[in-house]
């Protein structure tokens, strides 16, 4: 478990974002984060693709049928949705809600679109505090490689994968999108987990006026508590 200096005066506040290309790692390194971090709590995507084998509904996503995501686009419960190949994959509100009320920070692994749609409406996430990560991979001939040994899609959507992968790269000649990119070379996911690990570490010691709440001043002040 990792190590955490000062948890006492930590209150967990971020949304970390994930994304990248399909292939590049998302999952894998989120993965590992969760096993390592105790303070992060992985928001459950929602998404009408069918189940790969062995996946479990609510573990990491919540499969829904088409109407039903309908229905719950229309009663206001994403905090983000988007089109992907397809099929449809959203962030549920509840899920970060869920987060915030057992003490933990947010990861969510998101489609380039839709971090978008999060980035635009930070204001709305408050008092929690968005950092958006890409995840890069060594080379497309990587990436498709990857995805070809995964074996979960057909010819025609890994083709279809690997096409939307050069565009979802293109955003990152703007710096709009993504505060941080982080390589995930092959071979070896350690580096990626690492890199990521020390972002959140630093962003979560940030100190920003609007949040200041980040740190808990008074247990410091009022208890006899060493960390
Ligand atoms: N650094 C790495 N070296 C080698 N293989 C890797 C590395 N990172 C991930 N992989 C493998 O690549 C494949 C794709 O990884 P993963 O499923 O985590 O990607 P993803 O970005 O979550 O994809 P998707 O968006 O399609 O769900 C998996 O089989 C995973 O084991």
């Known amino acids: 478990m ?53 996946e479990k509904d609510g573990v990491k996503y919540h499969f829904l049928s088409k109407a039903d995501f309908e229905k719950y686009i229309q009663q206001d419960r994403f905090l983000e949705w988007t089109a992907y190949g397809d099929n449809l994959y959203g962030t549920l509100k509840s899920e970060i809600a869920a987060a915030r009320e057992a003490g933990k920070d947010s990861i969510l692994e998101i489609e380039v679109n839709g971090c978008w749609e999060i980035r635009a409406q930070d204001q709305n996430l408050a008092p929690a505090r968005s950092i958006f990560i890409f995840i890069v991979p060594p080379s497309f001939a990587i990436l498709e490689e990857r995805l070809r040994r995964r074996k979960t899609e057909s010819e025609t959507e890994l083709k279809q994968r690997l096409d939307i992968a050069k565009s979802e790269v293109e955003v990152l000649k703007t710096a709009e999108y993504y505060d941080y990119w982080v ?16 972002i959140i570490t630093a962003e979560r010691c940030r100190i920003d006026a609007k949040f200041i709440e980040t740190i808990n001043i008074n247990a410091l ?3 006899d508590c060493s960390d």
């Open 183 to 198: 390589s995930n070379p092959e071979g070896t996911v350690q580096q990626a987990v690492d890199h990521i690990q020390a």
């Open 2 to 54: 990792l190590p955490m200096a000062n948890t006492h005066l930590y209150k967990p506040n971020l949304v970390i974002v994930i994304s990248g290309p399909s292939g590049s790692g998302k999952s894998t390194v989120i993965d590992a984060l969760c096993k390592t971090d105790e303070t992060l709590q992985l928001s459950v995507s929602a998404t009408t693709r069918k189940p790969r084998p062995g």
């Open 221 to 223: 002040l009022s208890a």
